[in-house]
């Protein structure tokens, strides 16, 4: 396996710390209101604020491209993403969450990262399988998932860009940033974690399924900086609910 350059790992280590990149914002959108009303400082911000909302959206493409693309999930991949996060979830309350275990869904089953053993796997899936579906929704709805960092990171980068374009434009009052960015950081405090665990149950995962099993389970490589330890694909199959429309 060909050796990542070390950009990489500071970027992959920056898009997995959402509260440090939103601070990174905020802080540049404060410094940016915040500049003196003179006549070369508007000019300047004026020519300068195109550029540093496009640089921005540019280094946060990656959060913004999966806000989108998590609202266009199949339905088979909404099933093998919850069939996955009530995997890990059954894994975890057996074995603890001392080992660092991370997963993908994909349309006719999951990728599964960190599991030494491909017998624990079909344990969890099995022990997922038995509960009702009350008890599935519990565990499918997870605050490790990859959506919370979207979404936190996604209100972030579009109230913030605003706020820069607001700024840039109409140059407002310090009692009117400070506003502006304190209601902003209330809603990112606030709304992450509530609109990721709903975008998750209605977007993102699915148990709109009579019965599933797992068909066989192979090793596959790793992605470097994303996944850990051994990776295993579940190829899955799903029998649909009749009753459902």
């Keep these: 396996m060909k050796q990542v350059p070390w950009p990489f790992h500071i970027l992959v280590w920056y898009y997995k710390q959402p509260i440090l990149g939103y601070g990174v914002l905020f802080v540049i959108a404060l410094c940016w209101g915040l ?4 006549g ?23 959060f913004m491209s999966g806000v989108i693309k998590s609202l266009r999930l199949t339905l088979q991949k909404r099933r093998n993403h919850a069939l996955e996060h009530g995997t890990i979830h059954c894994f975890f309350h057996k074995h603890g969450q001392k080992k660092k275990v991370s997963g993908r869904a994909k349309a006719d089953g999951f990728r599964i990262a960190g599991i030494h053993s491909t017998k624990e796997i079909r344990e969890a899936f099995a022990e997922f399988l038995s509960l009702n579906k009350q008890e599935q929704w519990k565990m499918a709805i997870s605050t490790r998932c990859g959506s919370m960092l979207v979404i936190a990171q996604g209100i972030g980068i579009i ?19 400070a506003l502006t960015l304190g209601a902003q950081l209330l809603l990112f405090l606030g709304l992450r974690y509530p609109l990721g665990r709903l975008l998750q149950k209605h977007r993102l995962l699915s148990l709109d399924f009579e019965d599933a099993k797992i ?7 790793r992605i470097p900086l994303i996944e850990n330890g051994p990776v295993y694909f579940v190829r899955t199959h799903v029998q649909s609910d009749p009753t459902s429309p």
């Design 35 to 38: 500049l003196p009303h003179t």
């Design 40 to 62: 070369e400082v508007v000019v300047l911000t004026v020519l300068l604020t195109p550029w540093l909302a496009c640089l921005l959206i540019l280094l946060n493409y990656p």
């Design 159 to 177: 109230s913030l860009l605003s706020a820069l374009i607001f700024f840039g434009v109409w140059q407002p009052s310090p009692p009117t940033i």
């Design 215 to 221: 068909l066989d389970i192979k090793q596959v490589d």
